[in-house]
């Protein structure tokens, strides 16, 4: 049976994802992929497509060996996979290119995260949203450069590449890909106007046990 006809509701709620992330300016042409467990390997979106208007029997089929099962599978998938073995409650993998959050990295090449203690919303939902080396796409340079975040943040910023966002749950991931953007072009419109301010160190202390009480997910 092929994915698309065993799982058409992953199938479904993935390509939703993808019009979803399209309809917020994260996706350009063939860009990102969204990846999904299931019983028998990943699902994972198709190679250079725009992924807005694929279809359902386009959706590939691998294990996590990158054994092709089916389908033209993402040229991304290895970065996809390290995730999957890094990180053992990740069910859910969404790769995108969020402009705001690509741009810091571009501005400042050096900075290793998103300024995390300037909105409340950055820690309560996410922790951190570390920022990692740039690498090569498509290669296992990736993997390198994930393990510096992996498996302690589940929104990363690719530096002059693009965003990861993991999740227990496709849900969960594609949310992670929305907090990370939004994030990035809030903390990109205070910079503009006036420059970054801070929260004071004692609130960061708070924020930071309330986000331990919350737990790891991404919200
Ligand atoms: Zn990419």
Not at 42 to 59: D, M, Q, W, Y
Not at 192 to 203: H, V
């Amino acid at each position: 049976m092929k994915p698309f006809e065993k799982y058409p509701n992953e199938c479904e709620q993935m390509i939703e994802a993808c019009r979803r992330l399209h309809d917020r300016n994260m996706l350009a042409a063939g860009d990102g992929n969204i990846s999904l467990r299931v019983q028998d390997g990943i699902l994972i979106t198709p190679s250079g497509r725009p992924k807005a208007f694929i279809e359902p029997h386009e959706i590939a089929l691998i294990t996590l060996d990158n054994q092709i099962l089916y389908g033209d599978p993402s040229g991304e998938r290895l970065m996809h996979l390290h995730v999957y073995k890094s990180c053992e409650k990740a069910i859910s993998v969404v790769h995108a290119h969020p402009p705001h959050a690509i741009a810091w990295s571009v501005a400042y090449p050096d900075m290793r995260e998103l300024p995390n203690n300037c909105l409340s919303e950055v820690v309560l939902a996410a922790g951190r949203i570390p920022i990692a080396p740039y690498a090569r796409p498509g290669t296992g340079q990736m993997g390198a450069v994930l393990d510096l975040c992996l498996p302690d943040y589940r929104l990363i910023v690719l530096s002059r590449h693009g965003g990861l966002s993991w999740g227990e749950s496709l849900e969960e991931a594609y949310m992670g890909m929305e907090r990370l953007e939004h994030s990035a072009e809030i903390l990109y419109k205070a910079k503009t106007l006036n420059g970054l301010s801070f929260l004071e160190e004692e609130e960061m202390q708070a924020l930071r046990k309330i986000r331990i009480q919350l737990g790891d997910k991404t919200r």
